[in-house]
């Protein structure tokens, strides 16, 4: 079995126990945390999406500088965005 067999099968089967877990009725002060992988990639992810935010505005900032348009670099801007949304969508 390949790693990322085991990957998908460890997040398949954490989503299905925090489904699990919304249906019980556990008493309120008891707290449940996932740690580990599903800690790591939430961690991972919150990371790139900052990241992804802080490049966004560099690049506007550079074509603001470049183009001295404020639309222009909108343009250029809801292009790349909208290229990701649809690369995303095929994947």
Do not use: C
Request: net charge positive; hydrophobic share 50%.
């Amino acid at each position: 079995m390949s790693t990322r067999t085991r990957a998908s099968n460890a997040t398949e089967r954490i989503s299905q126990i925090k489904a699990w877990i919304k249906t019980q009725n556990f008493d309120p002060t008891v707290r449940i945390k996932f740690r580990g992988s599903d800690e790591e990639a939430n961690e991972s992810g919150s990371f790139l999406i900052g990241a992804f935010l802080a490049a966004l505005l560099v690049i506007g900032g550079i074509l603001i500088i470049q183009f001295n348009n404020f639309w222009h670099a909108l343009v250029i801007l809801s292009a790349v965005i909208f290229s990701l949304i649809g690369v995303m969508l095929g994947y």
